[in-house]
């Protein structure tokens, strides 16, 4: 994310340019696009967004974001934008696969006895496996083209996500409580951004999901 406030026209390219191309395709094979944003493409004032509300984004990553969104829906067919944020599970196989904020916060927890975690960005929470079985749903159900929501239920700061993974997981360790300033970066985050999900099934909370990781 920060890497796009240095590269725009890469990230503009990866996150609209080419979504649109694969939009046109799919759209003259008549077959389904689903294509995963974010909740980066809001600004964080109103707090919580439905599907419906206007976007706003702060950094160069969220208006790449939203400039897939609006690109992919210029190609008709059927196509499916599911907005998600903060996803965590089993990492990938592939050696760029990046390591997500719990298995961050477990590889801390056994080198530090204190960690400093951000408390005043709010999140939604989105479990892999979760994420999937969602979308295979959606694709079954084959709902209207548009715009879906799709986290686990609930939100939570980086300090509370981070707290209840020590808990969950049995780590005697304190965390601290610290404003974003405190670790400096390129583009600029939303305060809260939380989604709702108001067109699909709700999702399990969060920290159901979470103890179901950490237990596997």
Same mark, same amino acid.
Request: charged content about 25%.
């Given at each position: 994310? %920060?890497?796009?406030?240095?590269?725009?026209?890469?990230?503009?390219?990866?996150?609209?340019?080419? /979504?649109?191309?694969?939009? $046109?395709?799919?759209?003259?094979?008549?077959?389904?696009?689903?294509?995963?944003?974010?909740?980066? *493409?809001?600004?964080?004032?109103?707090?919580?967004?439905?599907?419906? %509300?206007? /976007?706003?984004?702060?950094?160069?990553?969220? $208006?790449?974001?939203?400039?897939?969104? $609006?690109?992919?829906?210029?190609?008709?067919?059927?196509?499916?934008?599911?907005?998600?944020?903060?996803?965590?599970?089993?990492?990938?196989?592939?050696?760029?696969?990046?390591? &997500?904020? *719990?298995?961050?916060?477990?590889?801390?927890?056994?080198?530090?006895?204190?960690?400093? *975690?951000?408390?005043?960005?709010?999140?939604?929470?989105?479990?892999?496996?979760?994420? !999937?079985? !969602?979308? #295979?749903?959606?694709?079954? !159900?084959?709902?209207?083209?548009?715009?879906?929501?799709?986290?686990?239920?609930?939100?939570?700061?980086?300090?509370?996500?981070?707290?209840?993974?020590?808990?969950?997981?049995?780590? &005697?360790?304190?965390?601290?409580? *610290?404003?974003? !300033? =405190?670790?400096? =970066?390129?583009?600029? =985050?939303?305060?809260?951004?939380?989604?709702?999900?108001?067109?699909?099934? /709700?999702?399990? /909370?969060?920290?159901?999901?979470? #103890?179901?990781?950490?237990?596997?």
């Amino acid at each position: 994310m %920060d890497g796009a406030e240095d590269r725009p026209e890469q990230a503009f390219l990866l996150n609209a340019e080419l /979504p649109a191309a694969l939009a $046109r395709i799919t759209a003259e094979m008549g077959v389904p696009l689903v294509h995963y944003s974010t909740n980066y *493409v809001f600004d964080g004032v109103q707090g919580e967004y439905a599907e419906a %509300d206007a /976007p706003a984004p702060l950094s160069v990553y969220g $208006r790449s974001k939203l400039a897939g969104e $609006r690109r992919i829906a210029e190609q008709g067919g059927q196509w499916y934008v599911l907005r998600t944020a903060v996803i965590f599970g089993p990492k990938g196989e592939s050696a760029l696969s990046k390591k &997500s904020f *719990v298995d961050i916060m477990l590889d801390l927890s056994e080198k530090r006895d204190t960690i400093d *975690v951000v408390s005043d960005e709010i999140n939604n929470l989105t479990y892999a496996p979760d994420l !999937a079985e !969602a979308t #295979r749903s959606l694709l079954e !159900a084959a709902p209207a083209s548009g715009i879906y929501h799709l986290t686990n239920t609930g939100g939570a700061s980086w300090f509370d996500c981070a707290q209840e993974i020590f808990r969950i997981a049995g780590r &005697s360790v304190a965390t601290i409580p *610290v404003p974003a !300033a =405190r670790f400096p =970066r390129k583009a600029r =985050r939303p305060a809260k951004a939380l989604l709702l999900n108001t067109k699909q099934p /709700p999702l399990r /909370p969060w920290q159901d999901a979470l #103890r179901e990781f950490l237990a596997s």
